[in-house]
Each structure stands twice: as C-alpha cells, then as structure tokens.
C-alpha cells in the first residue's frame, strides 16, 4: 500500500531583515527539478476553467498547485514557498471563477494538528497563480490530512463571482467571503459542521473533524450578477451528508429524502438536468475504508435516485465528473478499490447505464482484467515498479473531463495524474491510450542524496516511490532502484574512494542493499535481517557500512553481521564517513559528537557544547576535515573532531556539504541552509565559510529547511542539489563566478610573485611565506 510519507516538521528561526556584508545577495542561481517524469505523490482535485480553453489546476497534498501546460506538462505555482510559507505547499481546496479564467483560489494549509503551526489561508490570483494574496484564518487548514481528495470545498458562485464559500475542517463550518476571497466570515446559518473522524485516538493525520466535503452551486437558480439562491453543501457526516439552501445561504436544511449512513465526496451539478451527483463513501481515510454508492438529485422532483451501487464489495466511489458538452455524461472513480486494480465508470445517459474502463475476465492470465485502454507511461517508464499490475492507479479521488474538449480527461492517482486524449473512443468500443501525464510534476518528499566523484552525477532516495539513479538530471530515468524494491527509501551513499559502491536503506524485507556499479543493480545486504529503514553509510573503502537503525548505531564489515557500537547511549544518529580515511567515522545524538578512528568498534565524545547538531558535513577532498551543522551555527575541525571552533556568521544551521571549488587550488566550495544575520536561507561560501553568498531567493523558498536534504557536487563548482519535502529534488548552479572572495585550499599557495589565486586560508590554516616566490596555508 502506497501512501505519501508524513515527515516531521521542524521549523528555523523566522527571518528579520537582511543584514550587509558578510552576505553577498546579488549571485544569481538557476534552479531547476532533478526530473523523474511523474509526480510520485498525491493528486489530490484537478479543475479546469469552464471559460477558457486549456486553463487547468490540479493540487497535491504536500507540493502545492500546478497549471496546465498546453503540451500536457505541468508547471508549478508554489515555489516561493520557503521556511516562513511551508504550509502553502498543502492545498486542500481549489476553486476557479466560472466567468473569470484569470481568477485562482486555494485554501492553504498542510495539517490541522501540531505539525503545523501555522493557520491556514484562502489565497487568491489574479493572473493565473502567478501571484497571489492572501486572507488569514483564524484556524488550521488541512491539505495533507485525511479526506484531502473529497471536495473541492471551495468554490465561487458562477452567477456573482465575488461570491466564495469554504467549508472547513475540525468542526470550524461553513464561511463566505462577497469581495473575492478578501475577506471572510462564517456563515452562522449553517450549523452541521461534520462529525466524522477516521480515528479519534490518532494525533496525526486521522485524527480530526473532517468537516465540510464540497461546496455545489445551481447557476441555473439566479440571474447573471446576481448570488445564486441554490447551493449545496457536503458535510462529512453519516447521518445527513448533502444540505441545501434555496435562499442564497440564509438558510440551510439537509435535504430530505437522502441516503444516510455513507460520507458525501464529491457533488457536481448538471444544470441541464437539474440534478446534484454525489459519490459517497464510507470512510474518509486515505488509503483504507471502502463502500459506497453513487446518487442524484434531482431539483424539481426532489428526489434521490441511486444510479450506482458497488453492493458492499468494499471500495466507495470517489471522484466524479460531467461532461458539460453532453448533457448525461459522467464518470466516476472507485476510491479504494486495491485489487485488481482502481475502476473508473461512465455514463451517457445520467447514470442509467454504465460501462467500466476494464472488465473482470478470469479467462486470461493475472490480473483477471479486460482493458479498454492501451497503457502509456513512456514519461515516466518507471511507474510499474512501483504500481506493480496496477495501471489504473489507486487513491483516485478526483477526475475531470475538459469542459472544451470531450476527449480529454485527466484524474489523479497516489503516484500521477492519468488521462487521455481520446477518451470517446470508449464510447464506441475503441481502445484508447491512457497515458501518465503529470510531467513537471515533481511531487516527492524527498529523503536522501548522494553525489558520487564519478559516473552519475545524483542518486536519490524518496519516500513512496522508491529513488533513481539520474544519469540525466534533466531527463526521467528509466527506471527506479530494483531488487529490491521497497516504497519509502530512506538513505543513500556511496564510498568516498570506490564510489561504484553505493547502499541503501529502505522500509521493507532486506532493508539493506549494495551496489558495486554506482546503483545500476543491487542485492540485499548479506546481514541486513529483519531490520529496515534508518540511515546506511559507507566507509571510504566501501568495506564497512555504518547503520544508525533501530535507535542505535550498528556496524557491518564486509557484509558480516551488525554489531551495535557497545559505548554510546541509544538514541538517533546523524553520521558522516570520512570519505578518504577509511574507517574515520562520525557520529552525532543530541549535542554530542562522537568520533571512530577504529572503524566503528568504538567512538569517543568529542564536544557537547555546540548545540544540537542536525548535520555533518565532511569536505570530500581531504581526510580528517569535517563540518557540523547544529542550532548555534557552524563549526569545523580540521583534525577530526579533535579541535573544533564555529566559523563564519551563521547562527543556525540546518545542513552543511561541501563540494568542488571554485578555483583549482581553492578550497572546497561550502553549501549551509543557515540563519545568517537574521536571514534564513540557502547560502555557499568559498573561502572556508567566512563570508557567504545567498543562493536562494523570492522564488525558489524550498520549503522547510528541517526537511531539506543536502548534496554537493564534488564534480561542478557551484552545484547544489536540495531535496525537498514534497516538491523533489532541484539542482542548482551559479549563474557566474562566484562574487565573493575566495580561499585558498589548505597547504596550498597563498601568496608570491606574480599569484593571483587566493590570498587567504581557510578556518585553521595561516598563509606562510616561504620565499619571495611562494607562500603557503600552513
Ligand atoms: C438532459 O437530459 C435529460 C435526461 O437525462 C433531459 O430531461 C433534459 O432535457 C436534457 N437537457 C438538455 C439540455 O438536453
Ligand atoms: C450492484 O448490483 C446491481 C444489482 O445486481 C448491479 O446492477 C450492479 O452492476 C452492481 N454494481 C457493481 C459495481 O457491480
Ligand atoms: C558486484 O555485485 C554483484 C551482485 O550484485 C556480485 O555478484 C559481484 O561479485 C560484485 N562484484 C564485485 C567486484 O564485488
Ligand atoms: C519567504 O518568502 C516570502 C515570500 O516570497 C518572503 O517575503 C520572505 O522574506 C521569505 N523568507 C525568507 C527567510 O527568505
Ligand atoms: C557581491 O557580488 C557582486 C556581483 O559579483 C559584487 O559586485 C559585489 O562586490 C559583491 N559584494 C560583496 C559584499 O562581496
């Protein structure tokens, strides 16, 4: 069962205000996503703009919101999104304006208990979701909690766009805002906030009100310019789930005659018809949970007519979408249907009839399914390895057919988006192609990075999907780690002196695995055993691998059995090998750091005293140098850990690599998510972390630093690669040399006759002279 990983928050210092020299603001960095070809998480709702043709949206859970390329690719909306904005990246509704295809609106916010900290915003645009404003509410939204696909509720009167109304989470009801989404109150008339909660006992992501489902107006109830008076509300609740108000929200009733004891998902009307659709299910969780009907209501007769029934075979039915062009048509997604794989339904004539876009055949080979499709995942070739026999998907919570064109449809899986271009061909017992289509999306919360000194530049490790070795940055693999195989990979690294060996570790059998050419083909760690997930490391040989697992910290030699290091406290570990000394390792719990010259049999604690250390940072070039990331700033010791001093202004710090220099006898280029005088953001030095130049900006935030993951490039100067919680990995590169001073490499040529290279040393290190000719980092 695929899911799309929740990691812990952790937020760095807000920002104040940006300070003068030491920082260098004015480089500029080009970044771009490492590409993978599809989105690798969960697309939550897809719209498109009933006025113009081509305008779509579609949001995730985790990586914010997308438009719609006019060649099927996606572009991302959201990625200012930094330290202060993260939660933005949880989109929980979208709503577009039926007359005004300029107008985007999103409810923002990622979770509803602790781990966000923030509350959450109805954000709106303008021109496309170029730039947005915001009005701030009182409470949390949740775009990453359970119930995220149900919806979209938000949405605005087609009849008077400044007209919106929200239906909230944990019980906080129904608002309205009259001046496009500037501003906002609740909507006292309206009490039925939701009872449903997946699971009260759970802190995390069931634990809430689901509240409000989808917001549904009847453009045919009122006049252009003047507020509908028919709109209907879904509210997840069992007892009633679909109210109505005939009176433009002054009043609100559920409506009589409903079908009780399921949850309403999704409800689309048909002003042709003059009928609210509703797909219902049982059961808000993500991944689980599943029985379900479909219903309709029809207006004028006031009744309920049930036109779909999947008679207790346990899936539901979520996402729901009419044709506006063919009065009648609809499709409808099942939710949870696991085995043999996701169905979607349609209809031409109101629900009365439907056909299925594969059948059961048990006469053929496994799985037992007749198609009507040709499968397409040539944007991304990979997807088999993770969906298994799947090809229609899973979690598919929302569908849309382009209100333009009757052929083109598009919905969202847990790991893409699928859709057609030839979608009535199904109508006249055509096969069409069904293809992934969610290029651009980049939707991977992202775990670990290694950048090897040779053969492919990146390797990387996600959660859900597995992890890639990227021998194109710019170009989808073909195909994702195998044998094994797990979901959620959870670290990557290769040895500093043999790096064609690389390993592993990841949720699942074997959690362990080693690659002797840098990734291509794998086996399962000869002593992994029943453990799985934690972080692996290699010595600089590739000979012994270092696990902090399990709330210790094991060590395997030549793939010999794990032995727990017998003299530090269990706990969790951050660790670094020195990636030319081999068996020089570090080791950090807490505020302590620790360091092994024996391999691992034993460490000693070198320093408490400076902070709590999230990362450390060895220069790939030179044995012995190490940098550490902690809650003071930065610190470095050029003896392994045996002195160690802070450097430079930052007085936070998050992550700390190093990679090539800048200049041939320059010190190693050093990459720091940091707070320096007050500004938090991504930085470089080049003369050993004195001065630093700022290297992301306005827009290009990476989220929270505290779920970034760090590799430098040891092969191109400037490189940076930044994996992220939810929007993938970017790479990034200067523009220009670097503007900032640079530093000499140590016991290299600081000075002399005719020397223009660097003059200064970096930390640890005083330029000598030895003769007119020739001084040197001593
Ligand atoms: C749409 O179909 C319904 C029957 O489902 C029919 O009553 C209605 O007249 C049709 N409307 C239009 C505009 O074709
Ligand atoms: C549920 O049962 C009805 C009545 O037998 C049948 O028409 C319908 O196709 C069934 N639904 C599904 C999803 O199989
Ligand atoms: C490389 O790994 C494969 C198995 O993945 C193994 O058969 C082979 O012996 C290894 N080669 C070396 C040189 O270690
Ligand atoms: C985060 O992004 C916002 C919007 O782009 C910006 O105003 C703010 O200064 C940024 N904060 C930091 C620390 O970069
Ligand atoms: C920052 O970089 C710019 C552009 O290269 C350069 O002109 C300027 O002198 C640098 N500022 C500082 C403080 O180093």
Known sequence: MKKTAAVGIVLAALSGVRAAAPVNYTQHYTWKNVR???SGGFVTGIVFSPKQKGVAYARTDIGGLYRLNSDDSWAPLQDYVNNTLWNEHGVDAVALDPNDASRVYIAAGIYTNSWDPYNGKIMSSTDYGKTWSRANFPFKFGGNMAGRQMGERLAVDPNKGSILYFGARSGNGLWKSSDYGKTWAKVTSYTAVGTHIVDPGDSGQNGDIIGLTFIAFDSTSSAAGTASKRIFVGTADSSATVYMS????ATWSAISGQP????SHTGKYSPTEKALYVSYVDNANTYGGGDGYVYKYYVESKTWVKILDDNGTGFGFGGLTLDPQKNGTVMVTTYHQWWPDGNIYRSLDGGATWTTIWDFDWSGVQPPVKRRYDWDISQATWLPE???DKTTGWMMGSIAINPFDSDHFLYGTGATIFGSHKLTNWDKNEKFTLSSLSYGMEETAVLGLT?????????SVVGDVGGWRHDNLDVAPSKAFLTPSWGTTRSIDHAGSRPNIVVRSGDGEGGLALSNDTGATWHIHASAGS??????QLSSNGDFVVWAVNNGLYVSANEYPFEKVPNIPSGSYTTANDRNHNGLFYAAENSNFYVSTNAGTTYTKKTSSIGYIREIGVNPFRAGDVWIATDTG??????SGNTISRVGPATDAYHVQLGKSATSNGYPAIF???TIQGWAGHYRSDDGGYTWTLISDDSNGFGTPGNNIYAADPRTYGRIYIGTNGRGTFYGDASATSPVPTAADAYGQCGGQGFNGPKACPHGYTCKVSNAYYSQCL
């Open 36 to 38: 993978t070809g599809a």
């Open 246 to 249: 005939e009176d433009s929200g």
């Open 260 to 263: 009780t004891g399921f949850l």
């Open 386 to 388: 993770i969906t298994g």
């Open 451 to 459: 950048s090897p000194p040779q053969g492919p530049h990146l390797l």
């Open 531 to 536: 453990w799985n997930g934690g972080r692996a």
């Open 634 to 639: 930065i610190w470095h010791s050029i003896d």
């Open 672 to 674: 720091a998510a940091a």
